[in-house]
């Protein structure tokens, strides 16, 4: 069973930066498409960006030129650098993995079946 291990949350003024990293265990040496996702309360859950297996990446547009997903498969570990933070930012951000079988990348939640527990980015005015 793939385990999703979130970190790097906190709290930032407006225009700030954070770093989200994500680890993953259970599945040595495989590569999975994966994403983050958030949360606002009330909300639905959407996606934020997504990298696949195959090397394609997707942003949704609120977050593209500040927002940037990277993966390194040696560690085993995502990354999302955020930077420009917005008070909109604010969620509970969560980081997932698609099943091994889907190499491309998607910002659907309901593609993906492995989730994290989640960081809370929380960004002041």
């Known amino acids: 069973q793939l385990q999703l291990v979130e970190s790097g949350g906190g709290s930032v003024q407006a225009g700030g930066s954070l770093r989200l990293s994500c680890v993953a265990s259970?599945?040595?040496?495989?590569?999975?498409?994966m994403g983050w996702f958030r949360q606002a309360p009330g909300k639905e859950r959407e996606g934020v960006a997504a990298?696949?297996?195959?090397?394609?990446?997707d942003y949704r547009d609120s977050v593209k030129g500040r927002f940037t997903i990277s993966k390194d498969n040696a560690k085993n570990t995502l990354y999302l650098q955020m930077n420009s933070l917005k008070p909109e930012d604010t969620a509970m951000y969560y980081c997932?993995?698609?099943?091994?079988?889907?190499?491309?990348?998607?910002?659907?939640?309901?593609?993906?079946?492995?989730w994290g527990q989640g960081t809370q980015v929380t960004v002041s005015s």
């Open positions: 997932a993995a698609r099943p091994l079988a889907w190499v491309g990348s998607s910002l659907r939640p309901g593609h993906f079946n492995y």
């Open positions: 990298i696949g297996s195959d090397g394609t990446i």
């Open positions: 259970g599945y040595p040496d495989r590569s999975f498409s």
